[in-house]
């Protein structure tokens, strides 16, 4: 596994590895407009890094608002630093709503312009090649895409530890109502699906949903977007003491999980992200409008009821192990909403 400067080969452009729910993916790039959203907040530690990693992207055509989130340890001027020595305009800081990490990046698609994006987060190191792997994935596509990637899980340090997780069954609104797996550093939307979560971000904002790529996983796939996950790291996922979101592949991360997921605190969730979507169906498919429904339905019904409910609808998380402990959730009557 390679660390910046030296020396080893970063991933390539090749197509193999690429997981898609569709038949027409091919790899031709197109040029295309990219903006990068950047959500930070006490990152002066780690962003440096992050920031010299976009500036070696092969491809070139991009630019990034960063939302900083009134950090008081000289983040906005390490990223006002770094604009000194980009295009005029490439890079933009403006202020974000103080309102936690989810909040901040959906304040930053709110303002992103037309095109596509990407999300950042503060504290990774992308390989060079990522944007443009990414690009080759949505370029092959008319309509909407979403494009993600494994990663190398590191230390604070940057010494690779592991590989992230290769999720191998399908992508899909079945899966995305009740998993997060389409990872929030590695995404990139095409402007079809980029434009489709702007139309949805405020009622978004409005529940106060529990995770942004989450809640674009749910979106994109409901509206029948082109899922794209690459089985090939696209950057080094830094593991610290200060980190939002930590790696989900230990047996003590897993462990936690599933606390949550009898706790009531992932029912809570459900409850946000159902009412979210809710509130935007008209952007999805009709077989998915239903399948949100019966959602509904199942937050509402007695544990047997509900249990039945999700069953007959298909929900399903991306290991057996996972979809046994969510039917035994409701099953409980964990997951009812007050």
Known sequence: MHRPGAGGRSPTCSTRGFRVNH???QSQPKEAPLTILLASYQGADFISAQLRSIAKQTLGNWRLIVS???SSDGTPDIVAKFATDCA???VQVVSGPCQGATQNFLH???????GPVAFCDQDDVWFPDKLARAMVALSAQDGPAHYAARTVITDAALNPVAPSRHFRRPLGFRNALVQAIMAGNTSVFNAPAAAIL?????PAQNHRIPSHDWWAYQITSGAGAVLIHDATPALFYRQHARSEMGRNDTLAAMTQRAGMLMSGDYAVWLGRNHAALDAVTTVFRPENRRILDRLGDALCQPGPYAAATM???GLYRQTRTGTAA??????????RQP
């Open 23 to 25: 038949p027409s993916f």
């Open 68 to 70: 900083d989130d009134g």
């Open 88 to 90: 005029p305009g490439q």
């Open 108 to 114: 930053l698609l709110s303002i992103a312009p037309d």
């Open 198 to 202: 702007k139309q949805c971000v405020a």
């Open 311 to 313: 069953m007959r609808t």
């Open 326 to 335: 969510l039917y035994a959730a409701a099953l409980m009557g964990r997951l």
